[in-house]
């Protein structure tokens, strides 16, 4: 477990970019799992500055949605493909034949899940996961609880999850309280993966990540700890409650 702490996040968020890029510069074909929300974004405009400045090259690039709320569908302007389509795809290169998400809008969810599996392993395990965390410690959308999936499932929303995710709508209320993500295993069999977490309420998560180096359902993120390339890409407020980074 690698740990780089930035003053900002927008310094974080660079590094992260670059160090996207630079994989994809190695690898054309590059298999790269993708986070949505708030944490992402800085990075993804990043990458697309990149592509502006003919640094980075998309074009064979298979990309996937790592979770979708149940009931949206890719045109949502909620929904998570739309949020990659919206900040990324449609700025770069991106072939969208090569963008794969969860089709959440399925009425058997439980084929959807076997089947988009699948999909997430047709062109080989996965490169590079970026991740981002919850307040609560979930990575995707696996949720604290006693036991975990390791493939595509039908996750409930904790109510922290749900809070946080509230700011995209009008009211909490309007918060899907399901989603289809996919399972720890998945995340584990990546070549790479790279965290972000930003700012101070983050902060209480990182410190029991980088303190407890044991495996706590409780805290799914406790599972990376399980990974031989994990780089944890972090700013100064999230760092704020580690002593060694002070």
């Avoid at 449609?90 to 076997?114: E, H, I, R, W």
Wanted: proline residues 4%; contains cysteine; negative net charge.
């Amino acid at each position: 477990m690698k740990w780089e702490i930035y003053k900002t996040l927008e310094e974080a968020s660079k590094k992260t970019a670059q160090y996207i890029v630079n994989e994809l510069n190695l690898k054309p074909n590059l298999n790269l799992c993708l986070p949505t929300g708030s944490t992402p974004i800085n990075c993804l405009n990043e990458m697309v500055k990149l592509y502006e400045e003919g640094k980075a090259d998309f074009s064979k690039a298979n990309i996937y949605n790592m979770d979708e709320y149940v009931g949206l569908g890719k045109t949502h302007p909620e929904g998570y493909y739309y949020f990659l389509q919206n900040h990324l795809y449609s700025k770069t290169n991106v072939d969208l034949a090569k963008t794969y998400s969860f089709d959440a809008l399925d009425v058997d969810l439980n084929k959807q899940c076997k089947d988009y599996t699948n999909i997430f392993y047709k062109n080989g395990v996965m490169d590079v996961m970026y991740l981002g965390i919850g307040t609560d410690g979930h990575i995707a959308f696996n949720m604290p609880k006693e036991i975990h999936y390791l493939n595509a499932h039908l996750e409930n929303l904790s109510s922290e999850a749900l809070s946080a995710n509230a700011k995209f709508f009008n009211n909490v209320d309007e918060v899907p309280t399901q989603a289809i993500t996919i399972g720890i295993g998945m995340i584990l069999k990546s070549k790479r993966i790279v965290l972000n977490a930003f700012g101070k309420s983050k902060a209480e998560t990182i410190k029991q990540l980088y303190e407890n180096p044991v495996i706590d359902p409780q805290l799914p993120a406790t599972f990376l700890n399980l990974h031989e390339d994990l780089t944890i890409i972090i700013d100064k407020d999230a760092a704020s409650l580690i002593n060694e980074f002070k």
